[in-house]
Every structure is written in structure tokens, then in C-alpha cells.
């Protein structure tokens, strides 16, 4: 049973749905199929920090993690090394930071799709690792 992970982009879409509708129908075709398919959804909690910004915005994220759809999971140690693995095979700096943890959760977790905006980086990131696909929004 292959994992969904969800990146910034596609959790921002799925708590703001009004700032781009196709992308948000997009996200929850996703998440229909992976509920079809039994397939475990998480949300790295690296995730969180892009989109947690204060009063007003945090408030859709958490309602929106309430829904228990998906479960959030922590980036340890392991991951860490992973994910700077990827950013140095990759030639990225820190910029990708949040990628690459979402990239090396996938990894950790056995592989899965990551849904994201942003095939490009994360493809990147993702480029030596078959078992981890990039679902665009």
C-alpha cells in the first residue's frame, strides 16, 4: 500500500479552496483514491511551517487537520539525513529544505506519490528514487 504524502501546496489548497478551485478538486481526487486504495495519507509536519503564519491563516489549517484524513508525522533524525542526501545529489541548497523532508518522508515511509504544485523541484529531488511518483496539481 503505497503512501500519499501531501506537500505545502496541495494542503494549502485543500484548507483555502477558494484561492484556486482545480487545484483543490484536484488534491481531493487524490485523497478519493487513495481512500479507494486503503493508501495511508500524511502531511509532514515540515509542511506545517509554510503554512502556519499567525492569526487568519492558521485557522484553516488546523480545521482542516481536525478532518483526520490524513495524519501529520514528524521528521526525525533519519529523515534529516535523507533529505540533506537528496539536496546534495540534487545540488539544492536550503530553499528546497521543506521538499527534500517531504521527498526523504516518502522515501522513509516505502515509497508513495507526493502531491505537489511543484513537480519540478520535487521530481528533482525525487529523480533517483522509482518508488517515490509526483502527482501534479
Do not use: C
Request: glycine share 8%.
Amino acid at each position: 500500500m503505497a503512501v500519499l504524502v501531501l506537500d505545502t501546496e496541495a494542503v494549502s489548497s485543500l484548507a483555502r479552496p477558494h484561492v484556486n478551485e482545480r487545484r483543490h478538486q484536484h488534491v481531493r481526487a487524490a485523497l478519493h483514491t487513495a481512500h479507494d486504495r486503503n493508501a495511508p495519507v500524511r502531511i509532514p509536519t515540515a509542511v506545517l511551517v509554510e503554512l502556519y503564519r499567525g492569526r487568519g491563516h492558521d485557522e484553516p489549517i488546523d480545521a482542516l487537520l481536525q478532518r483526520g484524513f490524513a495524519k501529520t508525522i514528524t521528521t526525525g533524525a533519519r529523515v534529516a539525513r535523507i533529505a540533506g542526501h537528496l539536496l546534495a545529489d540534487a545540488q539544492a541548497g536550503s530553499e528546497m529544505a521543506v521538499d527534500a523532508l517531504v521527498v526523504a518522508t516518502t522515501i522513509r515511509l516505502g515509497g508513495g506519490v507526493v502531491v505537489t504544485h511543484d513537480p519540478d523541484d520535487l521530481g528533482r529531488l525525487a529523480s533517483r528514487h522509482p518508488n517515490v511518483g509526483i502527482l501534479t496539481i
